[in-house]
């Protein structure tokens, strides 16, 4: 049960981590990946990321530069559009106030102990 | 030394076998593809700046996902026989659920912060959209999920959402921004103008593209765009009333000029 519950906690994040990362600035497939596989606790892989990106250059979140490659394909480098940077500040002020409320629920628990 | 076609053939290789397994549109399943190929030059360089061999190639695979993590295969695309039932079954719930009576209310556009639907599983169906109203099958490997009150109904097949019907009081619109309540003119203008009418006594009966059908007896008209997948249902007023979004028909040609 419990690792069904993180499954579906993950779902989302993973979404918010992604843009999260590009509002710092533009990047690419690989350099994201392996950023978010820093974090430990979300187990993020190219299966789940590609896809993502994918999705939300589709719907307007992303745009794409291509830079030639010597060999291979070109090198994607993803950035937010504007519509990007208004969804990741909606998430933020999501998240916080989510953040918030789980919080005010341990203290309202202190305060009735 | 490693021929650079031999490591070209492996890497075309795993592609080959990771697009076989990704149930996207054409354009975001090729850049999924770049992406991963990229991806694997990136780290085959950070490996190996000069000259990596086959070796490289393989430690750099076996450090990534499998193919089967993109996604199930999709079903193929001979799916035919079990569409008209499909519809039919549809058409029908869509009547009981008295959806006709209110067909022209329009709402705003959530398309954006929906779920891709098509290829979700089960699972994240079950956690995105919540319990069924209603649950239709399994039959012939497909099973129907009825959500009344988003008026949407999702067909799975192998465990992923490979159709689904979007019915008055649903915020999803279709990839161009059509949605319930849209007049036909938006509809032709996103997916083409239709080619003649033609007048259908089964409900609801014809599957060549962009004829607009029409059943007398009901007042009811549709479109099929089998190119975008998609079926446009009107009411009587030509309002959108119902979409069904990744239908795939049946080979019907058209014989009239």
């Known amino acids: ?113 | 030394m490693t021929d650079h076609n031999d490591i070209g053939k492996c890497i075309q290789k795993y592609l080959d076998e990771i697009e076989a397994h990704l149930n996207q549109p054409h354009s975001q399943k090729s850049e999924v593809l770049q992406n991963v190929e990229a991806h694997i030059r990136d780290a085959l360089a950070r490996r190996s700046e000069e000259n990596p061999n086959l070796d490289d190639l393989e430690a750099v695979i076996a450090e990534m996902d499998a193919p089967e993590s993109y996604g199930e295969r999709p079903p193929a695309k001979q799916l035919g026989p079990v569409m008209k039932p499909l519809i039919y079954v549809a058409v029908v719930l869509t009547a009981i659920l008295g959806i006709w009576l209110v067909s022209t209310v329009r709402k705003g556009s959530t398309t954006s912060d929906s779920p891709p639907l098509i290829g979700q599983s089960k699972l994240d169906a079950l956690s995105d959209l919540g319990t069924p109203t209603l649950v239709g099958g399994p039959e012939d490997g497909y099973q129907t999920y009825h959500y009344a009150g988003r008026g949407l109904d999702v067909v799975f097949n192998d465990g992923k959402i490979v159709q689904y019907a979007i019915r008055t009081n649903c915020t999803l619109k279709t990839d161009t921004g059509v949605g319930i309540g849209a007049d036909m003119s938006e509809v032709t203008r996103a997916y083409g103008q239709y080619k003649r009418t033609e007048e259908v006594t089964e409900w609801f009966g014809g599957n060549v593209s962009r004829v607009l059908y029409h059943h007398k007896e009901f007042d009811r008209y549709k479109i099929n765009y089998p190119d975008s997948d998609l079926i446009f249902m009107f009411d009587c007023s030509k309002k959108v009333e119902l979409i069904m979004v990744g239908y795939i028909f049946p080979v019907e040609k058209d014989t009239e000029p």
């Open chain 1, 1 to 113: 049960m419990m690792n069904t519950w993180i499954t579906q906690l993950r779902k989302g994040l993973i979404e918010y981590c992604v843009m999260k990362r590009l509002s710092k600035g533009e990047s690419y497939g690989y350099e994201i990946v392996q950023r978010l596989k820093e974090m430990d606790e979300l187990v993020i892989t190219e299966s789940i990321v590609y896809p993502i990106l994918s999705r939300l250059r589709k719907e307007g979140y992303l745009k794409v530069r291509a830079v030639k490659s010597p060999d291979g394909p070109p090198r994607r480098y993803y950035d937010l559009t504007s519509l990007g940077n208004n969804r990741v500040k909606e998430m933020d002020t999501y998240w916080k106030d989510l953040c918030r409320s789980v919080a005010q629920l341990d203290e309202k628990k202190g305060t009735e102990e």
